[in-house]
């Protein structure tokens, strides 16, 4: 199998502000992780002091991460934790979302060991390795991505047409996986990604075409680069089946993950707010009552968001 692409990116050598953060991180966490990787919005513009940067930080393992502790137990039990930091130098100021997992929990969630899409999906898109212990952890990581892209063909291809356009192919497939979570962005957002990405996209569809589970070719046509699968009907009826019941879980667990950021994650309900209002475009406000008691009041709050479209 070819080896992960270098996806170019800011890097902890040409931004002191960012080789800050990323100290101050490791410092935090007891210099118990072992990769730092950057995905998101601010990895595709380029530009990491517009909006939040998305860190992933890879531990050792929770209790190295955190000591023995409330953090470590939920971090364990339904991963990942997602935090707030942020850091000043020189009056420049970055500010980012933290996201912590296991190297254990990050190696099983880029495989078929997880049913639910919510890391091999996400990691099937471009990603920064920003930092990395040594370089076997490197090669670790890596090798967790490709099988990320691998798991994601693996198990979108079959629920989706048996030949046609690779970018289609990944924004059907994209467009599968975001429909497991509570998510805010607008129609179209998936063929916006492909589109930015198209290389990087073609790049694991041929890195991965011999690896997968039933016939997979990609071949050429006019400049576009195509794909052919041929999966068995059961398999396909299956692999239908199967992403209507990750619609399900994934939904549940977001909503899990929401109730334990109220405990773990400090200013949890305005990042969220924030999260909102920076995909839906509409002023999201916390009402009193629900910041007085979240688990009280927070249902009726939810509902009422979803009603009006702010997430799906």
Request: glycine residues 6%.
């Amino acid at each position: 199998m070819s080896e992960y692409p270098d996806i170019a990116g800011p890097s902890v050598d040409s931004d002191p502000v960012l080789a800050q953060l990323l100290e101050q991180l490791r410092a935090r966490h007891n210099d118990a992780i072992c990769c730092t990787l950057l995905y998101g919005s601010c990895l595709r513009s380029g530009d990491i002091y517009d909006g939040l940067l998305d860190l992933y930080l890879i531990c050792d393992n929770y209790r190295a991460a955190y000591g023995t502790s409330f953090m470590a137990s939920a971090n364990w039990l339904l991963p990942p934790n997602v935090f707030y930091a942020e850091t000043t130098l020189e009056g420049r100021t970055l500010r980012s979302k933290v996201t912590m997992i296991s190297l254990r929990d990050f190696q099983r969630g880029c495989s078929k060991a997880w049913f639910q899409s919510y890391i091999w999906g996400r990691f099937s898109q471009p990603t920064r390795l920003l930092y990395c212990r040594d370089q076997q952890t490197r090669s670790d990581i890596k090798n967790a991505l490709l099988r990320a892209a691998r798991t994601f063909l693996d198990n979108a291809a079959p629920a989706l047409p048996e030949s046609g356009r690779v970018s289609a192919l990944w924004q059907q497939a994209l467009e599968l996986s975001y429909a497991t979570e509570l998510r805010t962005e607008r129609n179209g957002r998936a063929a916006e990604l492909v589109a930015a990405a198209a290389d990087f996209y073609y790049a694991m569809t041929r890195a991965n075409a011999d690896s997968l589970s039933f016939d997979f070719a990609v071949y050429d046509v006019d400049g576009q680069l195509h794909y052919r699968s041929q999966v068995h009907t059961m398999r396909r009826h299956w692999c239908t089946w199967s992403w209507a019941l990750r619609r399900g879980q994934g939904k549940l667990l977001s909503i899990l993950r929401l109730i334990k950021a109220l405990f773990t994650f400090e200013g949890g309900l305005d990042y969220i707010a924030w999260k909102l209002e920076r995909h839906s475009g509409e002023e999201i406000l916390i009402p009193d009552k629900v910041r007085r008691a979240p688990l009280i009041f927070m249902w009726g709050y939810y509902w009422d968001l979803y009603r009006r479209g702010i997430f799906k």
